[in-house]
């Protein structure tokens, strides 16, 4: 997937960067985390590192950041450790996609029954051209990781709701 990085500050732009102008893909269900010098620096990074010394807003959208970068390298635990601090809907959003990356279906649609309708599934929509069911996604994660069918689709959209949604979040925590 071409690096879509631009709406995120040089801190994150340089842990997401890959090689040729790409972002790494995200299994649908990792096996361990992706050890990689960039997440090595993640684990050593306050939010306030994450932001560039930009003025952080809302405390809690800094730490959603903090929760999708783990995701983005497949650190799980780290990921859940935030995320479940986090009693917003947003915070639960991480949680699910945590939880669906972990293979944990029923957990994930646990926690995407208290996200309710999320700002993110319009902006999915929009690029799309679709309805987005979070509950019918994890579904089509489950079949994906089994057996393959629809594999390279999950992975597209699974990339396309970790943007969305770390770009929501990262604003949110400038008040942007």
Not at 32 to 44: G, I, K, N, V, Y
Not at 116 to 124: D, E, F, L, M, Q
Not at 131 to 156: H, I, T
Request: hydrophobic share 40%; charged share 20%.
């Amino acid at each position: 997937m071409p690096a879509d990085r631009s709406d995120f500050s040089s801190a994150i732009q340089g842990l997401l960067a890959g090689p040729a102008g790409t972002m790494a893909e995200m299994p649908l269900v990792p096996s361990a985390p992706r050890e990689t010098a960039q997440l090595e620096h993640l684990r050593s990074m306050s939010a306030d590192d994450l932001f560039d010394g930009g003025p952080i807003v809302r405390r809690d959208y800094a730490e959603c950041v903090r929760s999708g970068l783990y995701l983005y390298f497949s650190a799980l635990d780290e990921s859940h450790g935030i995320s479940q601090r986090i009693s917003t809907a947003t915070g639960s959003y991480w949680h699910g996609i945590m939880h669906r990356q972990e293979g944990d279906w029923s957990n994930a649609k646990y926690w995407f029954r208290r996200v309710g309708s999320h700002p993110v599934y319009a902006n999915i929509e929009s690029e799309t051209g679709a309805s987005w069911d979070p509950f019918q996604f994890v579904d089509d994660c489950a079949v994906a990781s089994s057996d393959g069918l629809g594999r390279a689709r999950a992975l597209e959209l699974q990339m396309l709701e970790w943007r969305l949604l770390m770009r929501h979040c990262y604003r949110r925590a400038l008040g942007l």
